[in-house]
């Protein structure tokens, strides 16, 4: 973008709104600070310009005494010793107030100094021609017309070119004031001497202070391109502190937030289960007709409803419990050594009449002599309970269920249920495996459940290190593969032969007899790990 030109801000695509509105204020604040500025750059950029101007002026004074006294003698041996001592007295004079203005400008408060950058500006520019000047009365003094004073008179103007460019290169204004009178002063006296020698010594003065201006100019661009930088910095700085300031506020909220939900679901399941034990417990005595049957066949039906809801409540409560408690990483696992193999059969047996019931065949296949599993047995079943009752609930009359379990291809265990149930789109798999997600089929169906059944079997499996893979094709049935890592299954190890040959005793390690090492053979039958 050319500088100074309005950024095409409808060229952006309309998701980057926080672009656009970055790029319009940046747009704004650039515009806003060209019409205050008397420079054309930034109020603060002038500021830090005029600050670099002084400190360059003060860190070359002792340099800048030495170049005048050393040219104020040399000067002598033409001049006379009067002449180039008022010479030098007057330009010591012009440094003194140069560095004298510098260091008032530095000991003054930034907003001080930035109020009146225009009026120090100024000075600057004014100090730096009356330094010029200076100079330029001293080269410009009769020294002879022979090819050493021609030599020293463009040898001291390159010389104080080159210094005064270096050091007022923040101002390009000073530095083409303190350096153009001795430029110009030398290259009209060597124009003036009419002979072609002299000709070539006024271009290459001329030149030198085209090079130098040039140079000068290079080293403000580049101080004004760092000082942009530093500033485009610092204001990245600035937005990054600030969002992390509203991500930790907001982080904070969600932690108050998820302890006061942590809170309300404690005391909400107390308050629930203290009443639903005594629906649950009355409920089932009119359902099984303990005190007598009932008068009104009906009442029998309407307890036996009253029951269902109360089971259904129940584990509807346990399971928002048992997800608040993985999300909040409160879960602990119970590990121990469980068969895979046991866990799916018993679930198998569980569901088979509510299978039956509802006209399904469901099939087992299980790999013969697998070894244990280092697992928590109790989130063990309810992950299978929760994938076959998901199954049976989403299978028509009529379709069939498979339970698998054997090895992975990695050493470890799988437990796979797939069924011939209506499937899922997938476009939904991810919202089925959300917190309280539901599909479009468990929508329409008449038996919905609040979508935690998926959740929770992934988060277990997630806490036993295993992963959960979801497939499903629509109208074809759905497949879910759940692996545990070869870490957690319990291999057995072979005894040891009790005939193994005799093995030789290292140095000073003492003879055992038979029976010792038959003891001392003895190992472990599992270990844990592969």
């Not at 319009?24 to 600050?51: K, N, W």
């Not at 959740?455 to 295993?466: E, T």
Request: hydrophobic share 45%.
């Amino acid at each position: 973008m050319i500088p100074g030109e309005q950024p095409d801000l409808s060229a952006l695509p309309p998701e980057t709104s926080p672009v656009k509105r970055r790029l319009a204020a940046q747009h704004v604040r650039d515009a806003r600070d060209r019409l205050t500025s008397t420079s054309g750059t930034r109020p603060h950029f002038d500021y830090e310009l005029l600050r670099q101007y002084a400190q360059n002026r003060l860190s070359a004074s002792l340099v800048i005494l030495l170049l005048v006294a050393t040219i104020g003698f040399l000067s002598s041996l033409w001049t006379g010793a009067v002449a180039a001592g008022a010479w030098t007295a007057s330009v010591l004079v012009i440094h003194a107030v140069i560095i004298t203005k510098c260091r008032q400008f530095l000991a003054q408060p930034m907003s001080a100094s930035s109020s009146s950058s225009k009026a120090w500006r100024l000075r600057f520019i004014m100090l730096d021609l009356f330094y010029g000047l200076a100079w330029m009365f001293i080269l410009i003094h009769p020294v002879g017309t022979d090819e050493s004073s021609s030599t020293f008179m463009l040898f001291v103007m390159l010389l104080v070119v080159a210094v005064s460019s270096m050091l007022a290169s923040s101002l390009p204004i000073a530095a083409f004031a303190a350096t153009f009178p001795v430029t110009a002063a030398i290259a009209l006296d060597f124009a003036l001497q009419g002979n072609l020698r002299n000709y070539i010594l006024a271009i290459m003065a001329v030149t030198a202070q085209g090079y130098f201006a040039v140079l000068a100019y290079r080293l403000y661009s580049t101080t004004l391109a760092t000082l942009e930088a530093r500033a485009e910095k610092d204001a990245l700085i600035g937005e990054l502190e600030q969002a992390k300031m509203i991500s930790d506020e907001a982080r904070q909220r969600a932690e108050a937030a998820n302890i006061s939900k942590s809170r309300f679901l404690a005391q909400m399941s107390h308050e629930l289960r203290t009443p639903l034990n005594a629906i649950l417990g009355f409920s089932e005595v009119m359902k099984t007709e303990v005190f007598g049957e009932h008068q009104i066949a009906a009442y029998k039906e309407y307890s036996g409803d009253i029951h269902t809801s109360g089971v259904h409540l129940l584990g509807l409560i346990n399971e928002i419990l048992d997800l608040s408690r993985i999300e909040a990483g409160r879960y602990e696992l119970n590990e121990e050594s469980v068969s895979l193999t046991g866990i799916a059969e018993d679930c198998h047996h569980l569901l088979m009449l509510r299978a039956t019931s509802r006209g399904i065949t469901m099939h087992e296949v299980y790999e013969q002599d697998l070894p244990r599993l280092w697992a928590d047995e109790r989130a063990i079943r309810q992950i299978a309970l929760n994938l076959l009752s998901n199954s049976i609930k989403f299978t028509p009359q009529g379709g069939e269920i498979w339970l698998k379990v054997g090895w992975t291809a990695s050493g470890g265990q799988y437990m796979s249920v797939k069924d011939t149930g209506a499937g899922i789109p997938e476009e939904e798999i991810p919202v089925v495996l959300a917190s309280f997600g539901q599909g479009s089929n468990s929508i329409k169906s008449a038996e919905q459940g609040a979508g935690l059944g998926l959740p929770i079997a992934k988060s277990l499996v997630d806490l036993h290190g295993g992963t959960f893979t979801l497939k499903s094709k629509l109208r074809i049935g759905t497949e879910v593969i759940v692996t545990f890592p070869p870490e957690r299954v319990v291999a057995a190890m072979a005894p040891m032969t009790e005939h193994a040959p005799p093995i030789a005793p290292a140095p000073g390690e003492p003879i055992l007899n038979d029976e010792e090492r038959r003891r001392l053979s003895r190992r472990p039958l599992f270990r844990a790990g592969t």
